[in-house]
């Protein structure tokens, strides 16, 4: 299994285990939409959700990584949305979570705008050079939602219980 068939088995695998990533969410979400309530689960994983999904489809735009990335990260983008319109409709903060979303939105427009304006060349960088640029903002972007989650983390060391960590980061088994 080398060459064009091993790449294609790689990016089959990625796309299966990206979809799967996205979907998890819905467990949880449904449990919300259900209840009509989201209770005290944290806004953290839906956005981190969003931002993953947002950064890495931008960037199979600009890299024509038509697959997998483009369009695995596409619904991922759309499934993050209704996922965080749900939870802003039945959160009892409506006003404070719509200002987080808002923040993180304005945000995400900074890489957005820039790919549109340097895939449509004017920022003077060939598209190659963009997609790179891009990259980076990805690892950013993945380094910080793993510090995120490292945070947690930190907090189960101090208080020395896990209690925080399974309800935190693992919301969705719920």
Known sequence: MTGDAGVMVVRVWVACSTLAMV????????????????GAAPIVPLLSLLVNSHVWMMYGYMCKTWFPSFPVF?????????YLFIYWR???????VGRIIGAVFAVLALPSVYVIVGGLGYTGQPRAEVGETEGYICDVAVV?????????????????SAASLIYERWWWAR
């Open 74 to 82: 596409l619904t991922g983008d759309i499934a993050a949305l209704c």
């Open 90 to 96: 039945f959160s009892s903060e409506r006003r404070r």
């Open 144 to 160: 910080t939602l793993h510090l995120v989650m490292l945070k947690n983390l930190v907090k189960v060391l101090r208080t020395r």
């Open 23 to 38: 979907y998890l969410p819905s467990l949880f979400v449904r449990r919300i939409y259900s209840e009509r309530n989201t």
